[in-house]
C-alpha cells in the first residue's frame, strides 16, 4: 500500500504561485512514478501533470504546459507541483497519484485507470 497525502491548496489571486506537495508513505517512493489529476465542480477528472520515477520524464496537459512544473525529491518521498500564472479556470481539486514502474522503465501515463493510489485531494480555488 501506498498512502498519499496532499498539502498546498487554498485560496489564491489570478496570477498567483503556490505549491502542492504530495507525500508518500508506505513503500519505495522511488519505484513509482506518479502524477497530478485534478477536478473541478461539474466536470470530470482530468490529467494535469506526470513524472516518472527518476524525474527524469515529465508530461503535461496542454492547459498547464508552460505554467506549471511537476518534480519530485525521492529522498523525501514527496512530488511536487508548482503552479504559476494560476487563472480562475485551474479552480479545482487537486489530486496526486501513483502507479508502481517495476521495472524502473520510466513510463509516465495521462490514464487515470493505471493509477493504483490516490491522495484525498486538496483544494486549489482561484480568484479573479
Known amino acids: 500500500q501506498v498512502r498519499l497525502v496532499e498539502s498546498g491548496g487554498g485560496l489564491v489571486q489570478a496570477g498567483g504561485s503556490p505549491r502542492l506537495s504530495c507525500a508518500a508513505s508506505g513503500r519505495t517512493f522511488s519505484r513509482y512514478a506518479m502524477g497530478w489529476f485534478r477536478q473541478a465542480p461539474g466536470k470530470e477528472r482530468e490529467f494535469v501533470a506526470a513524472i516518472s520515477w527518476s524525474g527524469g520524464s515529465t508530461h503535461y496537459a496542454d492547459s498547464v504546459k508552460g505554467r506549471f512544473t511537476v518534480s519530485r525529491d525521492n529522498v523525501k518521498s514527496t512530488v511536487y507541483l508548482q503552479m504559476n500564472s494560476l487563472k480562475p479556470e485551474d479552480t479545482a481539486v487537486y489530486y496526486c497519484?501513483?502507479?508502481?514502474?517495476?521495472?524502473?522503465?520510466?513510463?509516465?501515463?495521462?490514464?487515470?485507470?493505471?493509477?493504483?493510489?490516490w491522495g484525498q485531494g486538496t483544494q486549489v480555488t482561484v480568484s479573479s
Open positions: 497519484a501513483a502507479f508502481l514502474d517495476a521495472q524502473a522503465t520510466g513510463v509516465i501515463t495521462a490514464d487515470a485507470g493505471i493509477y493504483d493510489y
